[in-house]
T-cell receptor
């Protein structure tokens, strides 16, 4: 069966510190992978998507970056976090019509 | 560009009341439409979907019909329960190679006993 793992579930980081959130997918090959963010009181915003290893597209300019070192691994990073990076980050994968989301990471930058 | 406009909340209903959450979309081509639900403290789960005009998606008593003529995909449930309290997101998929999802802003539903 296809599953998606995202960790950590919660994270509190000081301003200026680095960030690395990891997402891995099992049971499928060559999926499209996505990072979304849900800021407090707002909807979901697509940050990055990837259609293959090493292929990253950014939807909005920001302080974050993404990488896909392996087919089923998608990493969200930042060199220096800002307060505005706080939010709920969701990883997702899709093949055709369906999306499957991870359980999310709640990031609080203090 | 593609976008989704969703009824703003929050919505508070009594148990067994009828629910409608409006959703309209703007898209070029023929998108697929989805409703996702986010229960407190959890990630998003697919609630239902419709991939072409006049399709009706249904799950857990919720229904939504893909209306091309009105570009709408309203979510309905005849009798809500306390356990339906969650945030509901309408979304469309642009069906391009990247298959991106565009979300509405979400509607928070609270059902009171």
């Amino acid at each position: 069966s296809q599953t998606i793992h995202q960790w950590p579930a919660t994270l509190v980081q000081p301003v200026g510190s680095p960030l690395s959130l990891e997402c891995t997918v099992e049971g499928t090959s060559n999926p499209n992978l996505y990072w979304y963010r849900q800021a407090a009181g707002r909807g979901l915003q697509l940050l990055f998507y990837s259609v293959g290893i090493g292929q990253i597209s950014s939807e909005v300019p920001q302080n974050l970056s993404a990488s896909r070192p392996q087919d089923r691994q998608f990493i969200l990073s930042s060199k220096k976090l800002l307060l505005s990076d706080s939010g709920f980050y969701l990883c997702a994968w899709s093949l055709q019509y369906g999306y499957t989301f991870g359980s999310g990471t709640r990031l609080t930058v203090v | 560009g593609d976008s989704v406009t969703q009824m703003e909340g929050p919505v508070t209903l009594s148990e067994e009341a009828f629910l409608t959450i409006n959703c309209t979309y703007t898209a070029t081509g023929y998108p697929s439409l989805f409703w996702y639900v986010q229960y407190p403290g959890e990630g998003l789960q697919l609630l239902l979907k419709a991939t072409k005009a006049d399709d009706k998606g249904s799950n857990k008593g919720f229904e939504a019909t893909y209306r091309k003529e009105t570009t709408s995909f309203h979510l309905e449930k005849g009798s809500v329960q306390v356990s339906d309290s969650a945030v509901y997101f309408c979304a469309l998929s642009d069906q391009t190679g990247a298959n991106n999802l565009f979300f509405g802003t979400g509607t928070r539903l609270t059902v009171i006993p």
